[in-house]
């Protein structure tokens, strides 16, 4: 049977935790006096969390300490941990299940690509840590999407082709690092924003049993 990678992003993929990541970064941003909102946090998507806290304080207009920058990082994840804390497999967006049992059934490797360095928690949390055969996330990686580097780990930590790999993506930066890394880019979402992936669906309850096999076979 002929072998390709599947590349899985997390967030906005097989989970949707921008609201959490959301409700904490508003909270950060109410303390810094900063209006912050889903318009905003949209362009946050994919978008590491130092990267994410850059981009508010911009938009906000202000300037802090290095000292304090560190200091809200940390407490924007801690106030983002206790909410993933509370997740299950029913927060698993919808047919993510159909899709990874089927590649495991076609003995297809698969790999996590996130920019999130709490991936392995949130796996846990929703019970599908062990349908990955590489986990790589946002603690093995120097470069943020849209470098490839977090793909390009993962095709090797799989053992498959750059060219052979095929990456779900919900983000604009997570598309065109896909594309970078010379993979067959999927985008989840709008194809008015994903106009650059290969293919674009709405979620993954519109990609069928047949679209996979045939990304298998050719
Ligand atoms: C991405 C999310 O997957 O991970 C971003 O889309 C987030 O919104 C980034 O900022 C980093 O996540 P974390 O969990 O390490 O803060
Ligand atoms: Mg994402």
Known sequence: MNKKGFIFDLDGVIVDTAKY???????????????FTEEENEQLKGVSRVRSLEKILAWG???I??????????KKNEEYLSYISE???????????RVLNLLKVKQQPISLGS????????????????????????NDVSKAK????????AAKQINIKPEDCIVFEDSVAGVTAANTANMISIGIGSKAILGHANYVFKDFTEISDDFIASLIEN
């Open 65 to 74: 300490s290095e000292e304090l920058f560190n200091d809200l990082m940390g």
């Open 115 to 138: 920019a999130s360095k709490n991936a392995r928690t949130i796996l846990e949390r929703v019970n599908l840590k062990s349908s990955f055969d590489a986990i790589v996330d946002g």
């Open 87 to 97: 997740m299950d497999e029913n927060e698993i967006l919808p047919d993510v299940p």
């Open 21 to 35: 990541h959301f409700l904490a970064w508003k909270e950060l941003a109410k303390s810094l006096d900063i209006e």
């Open 61 to 63: 207009n202000k300037t």
């Open 146 to 153: 849209p470098d490839p580097e977090v793909f390009l780990i």
